[in-house]
């Protein structure tokens, strides 16, 4: 009898010491299973912040690259960046007297052009535009030889019967007043003589779309100098006459520099100038959707190669 209840009393004992051994061997449990919890925590946040430094460096070293000089969404009084003229820019300037500009640049300004100004340049260009339509992403329409992009070639379109007194007057005075000023601008901030600078071929508007290529002349994406391009270029200006990112995504301006390049961003009526040389390579950016319009307003210092304005006396041969 006593036996027995010394048994139950062992039995009772063990089976305390094995719920002991049991509370603390779950109390160890969740130690390391808490311990776990925290290594696997730490894990988690390290690599998000190596992944978050890894976009960074990856971001931070693209811009390395590429810095934007005019942004769209900003409004620019003037902002300028002097550069070191190329010797076959200035040999070949000397001959002209009064031209010769006092340093070499590129210049940006939203207030030389008003908006509306610029509107009303817009529904000139598309009115002529959409009488026309290169094949591929580019077409443009010079109203000065009346050249306007047509499947893979350029029609006159003073000669066709559709495009008849298509431009008024009015429209005519517009883009005289728009030139004009335009020349003042270079004339100021290139320090030269308004009288000896004179538009020059080709000025025109250009539509880009994101359409693939078909001709060469759709091909605006080269980088490339516009004194070697158009052998007339002194003094090359753009007129943008829509919005980077909301009329059109891509088709950044972009000036190839030796460790940055920099971006202009298309804003309508913003107005960017630079000498045409070798000092101011750039190619423009595919357009990946929208339409991109402007004007490419050029000047010569070279009064052989100056052009007429046009007018409605276009109309008459
Ligand atoms: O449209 C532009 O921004 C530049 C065009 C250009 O480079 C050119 O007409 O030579
Ligand atoms: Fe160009």
Same mark, same amino acid.
């Given at each position: 009898?006593?036996?027995?209840?010394?048994?139950?009393?062992?039995?009772?004992?063990?089976?305390?010491?094995?719920?002991?051994?049991?509370?603390?061997?779950?109390?160890?449990?969740?130690?390391?299973?808490?311990?776990?919890?925290?290594?696997?925590?730490?894990?988690?946040?390290?690599?998000?912040?190596?992944?978050?430094?890894?976009?960074?460096?990856?971001?931070?070293?693209?811009?390395?690259?590429?810095?934007p000089?005019a942004k769209q969404s900003e409004i620019l009084?003037? !902002? #300028?960046?002097?550069?070191?003229? &190329? =010797?076959?820019?200035?040999?070949? %300037? +000397?001959?002209?007297? *009064?031209?010769?500009?006092?340093?070499?640049?590129?210049?940006?300004?939203d207030?030389?052009?008003?908006e509306r100004?610029a509107d009303?340049l817009l529904?000139?260009a598309k !009115? #002529?535009?959409?009488?026309?339509? &290169? =094949?591929?992403?580019?077409?443009? %329409? +010079?109203?000065?030889? *009346?050249?306007?992009?047509?499947?893979?070639?350029?029609?006159?379109?003073?000669?066709?019967?559709?495009?008849?007194?298509?431009?008024?007057?009015?429209?005519?005075?517009?883009?005289?007043?728009?030139?004009?000023?335009?020349?003042?601008?270079?004339?100021?901030?290139?320090?030269?003589?308004?009288?000896?600078?004179?538009?020059?071929?080709?000025?025109?508007?250009?539509e880009i779309t994101s359409?693939?290529?078909?001709?060469?002349?759709?091909?605006?994406?080269?980088?490339?100098?516009?004194?070697?391009?158009?052998?007339?270029?002194?003094?090359?200006?753009?007129l943008y006459l829509g919005d980077y990112n909301k009329d059109f995504k891509g088709g950044r301006f972009?000036?190839?520099?030796?460790?940055?390049?920099?971006t202009v961003e298309p804003r309508k009526a913003r107005?960017?100038?630079?000498?045409?040389?070798?000092?101011?390579?750039?190619?423009v950016e595919k357009v990946t959707s929208g339409v991109r319009y402007a004007?490419?307003?050029?000047?010569?210092?070279?009064?052989?190669?100056?052009?007429?304005?046009?007018?409605?006396?276009?109309?008459?041969?």
């Amino acid at each position: 009898m006593q036996d027995s209840r010394k048994r139950n009393v062992n039995k009772n004992i063990s089976e305390k010491n094995s719920v002991g051994e049991n509370v603390s061997e779950r109390k160890n449990n969740d130690i390391s299973s808490s311990k776990n919890n925290n290594l696997s925590l730490r894990v988690i946040s390290r690599s998000v912040v190596i992944f978050s430094l890894l976009i960074i460096v990856y971001f931070s070293s693209n811009d390395d690259k590429t810095k934007p000089f005019a942004k769209q969404s900003e409004i620019l009084t003037g !902002k #300028g960046q002097v550069i070191e003229c &190329s =010797s076959d820019y200035l040999k070949e %300037l +000397d001959k002209y007297e *009064g031209c010769f500009p006092k340093q070499c640049k590129r210049f940006v300004s939203d207030k030389v052009i008003s908006e509306r100004e610029a509107d009303e340049l817009l529904t000139i260009a598309k !009115k #002529g535009l959409q009488l026309g339509g &290169s =094949s591929g992403g580019a077409s443009i %329409l +010079d109203l000065h030889s *009346g050249a306007l992009s047509m499947g893979e070639h350029f029609i006159n379109i003073y000669k066709i019967a559709a495009a008849k007194n298509t431009f008024s007057e009015n429209d005519f005075n517009i883009y005289r007043v728009v030139k004009e000023k335009v020349k003042y601008a270079v004339a100021h901030h290139f320090g030269v003589n308004p009288n000896k600078i004179y538009l020059t071929h080709p000025t025109f508007f250009s539509e880009i779309t994101s359409k693939k290529s078909v001709t060469v002349h759709d091909e605006y994406w080269h980088p490339h100098v516009d004194k070697e391009t158009y052998k007339s270029f002194h003094y090359t200006t753009l007129l943008y006459l829509g919005d980077y990112n909301k009329d059109f995504k891509g088709g950044r301006f972009v000036f190839v520099d030796e460790n940055v390049n920099k971006t202009v961003e298309p804003r309508k009526a913003r107005l960017s100038m630079f000498t045409s040389g070798s000092e101011n390579l750039h190619y423009v950016e595919k357009v990946t959707s929208g339409v991109r319009y402007a004007v490419t307003i050029s000047f010569t210092c070279d009064k052989q190669h100056a052009i007429e304005n046009p007018s409605t006396d276009k109309y008459k041969n």
